[in-house]
């Protein structure tokens, strides 16, 4: 019975040369783009879902309306933190991230990096990243505290231990 059924559908394929490929055309790209999307809304939902608390955390972004267009950015004014988490009991904790940019140095050595930001000492408490060394509790504790990552480390420091008394 599937025999007759693919040798019909086959000789209607070429007999409506047209239509068939029309309709293949319009299959392929509806199933293309429902890829596309599936693909982009788990993307979107995958974001940062490494965090221990990740249903918990929000980010903050702007909406600038210039001539009748609308541009989204995530940099926003400082105080903003401080206020939201005045005007808002429920934030437990504000956690600001600023990307500076920037040189690093240690003794004679200089790296030149995009890769620097700037955060609260909440940060920690927000964002559970995993330290190979060192206290998140205590690391940005100070002013002037950095936290690098395993190859920066060991590009800076080599075999040293970077939380050893730096």
């Known amino acids: 019975m599937f025999k007759n059924i693919l040798k019909v559908a086959l000789r209607n394929?070429?007999?409506?040369?047209?239509?068939?490929?029309?309709n293949v055309a319009?299959?392929?790209?509806?199933?293309?783009?429902?890829?596309f999307v599936l693909i982009f809304i788990r993307d979107e939902t995958s974001y940062d879902r490494f965090h221990d608390q990740a249903d918990r955390i929000y980010r903050v972004a702007q909406?600038?309306?210039?001539?009748?267009?609308?541009?989204?950015?995530v940099p926003t004014p400082p105080i903003l933190a401080a206020a939201l988490a005045e005007e808002?009991?429920?934030i437990e904790a504000p956690a600001r991230v600023r990307h500076v940019g920037g040189i690093v140095s240690y003794e004679d050595q200089r790296?030149?990096?995009s890769n620097v930001y700037a955060v609260d000492a909440d940060f920690?408490?927000?964002?559970?990243?995993?330290?190979?060394?060192?206290d998140p509790k205590t690391a940005l504790a100070e002013p002037n505290r950095i936290i690098v990552?395993?190859?920066a480390a060991r590009k800076v420091f080599g075999d040293k231990d970077p939380s050893a008394g730096f």
């Open 149 to 151: 990552t395993r190859s």
């Open 111 to 113: 790296f030149a990096s």
């Open 13 to 22: 394929l070429l007999k409506h040369k047209g239509f068939s490929a029309i």
């Open 63 to 73: 909406y600038i309306h210039i001539d009748n267009r609308v541009d989204s950015a």
């Open 88 to 90: 808002f009991p429920s």
């Open 124 to 134: 920690f408490k927000v964002f559970s990243f995993r330290l190979v060394s060192g």
């Open 26 to 35: 319009g299959l392929a790209l509806g199933l293309a783009a429902g890829f």
